[in-house]
């Protein structure tokens, strides 16, 4: 059996809870708030997984475990995820911000790098949104 592309619920909410203390503040309960209601309407839908679903919300904030940032929260969530192996979480990480799959129209401080700024991009060109990143950017509101 192949490894999934996203943690199981035990997981995730260690990776929440060892990143709580390297930066306190209410983006945590926020994550868990979105995971509930995630996880309550994937189950709803019936062709969703309300596992997935809990595991994307709770984790789609994760970049915010390296400080106070916007665009960067974005960048640092992304590649967290991937080197963690988790493509599936890295992904919302990036589209819970992006609506539009349009850099530009991001809604915050451009507060990274011009090559991260590069990564991004070129990461939403490529991605397909389906129904787990649009549950997610609607949770997240």
Known sequence: ???RNWPDRKE???I????????P???VNHCRVAAERAEKIAAACGD???????VL????DIGR?????HLGHVYDGYVYMMKLGYPDVAKICLTHSFSTQNIHEYIGRFDIAEEQQKVLEE?????????YDRLIQLCDS
């Open 25 to 27: 503040g209410p983006w």
């Open 16 to 23: 929440l809870k060892e990143a709580e203390p390297l930066n």
């Open 48 to 54: 969703m997984d309300p596992e997935k679903a809990y």
């Open 65 to 69: 475990r390296f400080g106070v940032k």
């Open 57 to 60: 919300g709770l984790l789609h």
């Open 1 to 3: 059996m192949s490894k």
């Open 123 to 131: 990461a939403l060109v490529i991605c397909e949104y389906d129904d």
């Open 12 to 14: 995730a909410e260690q």
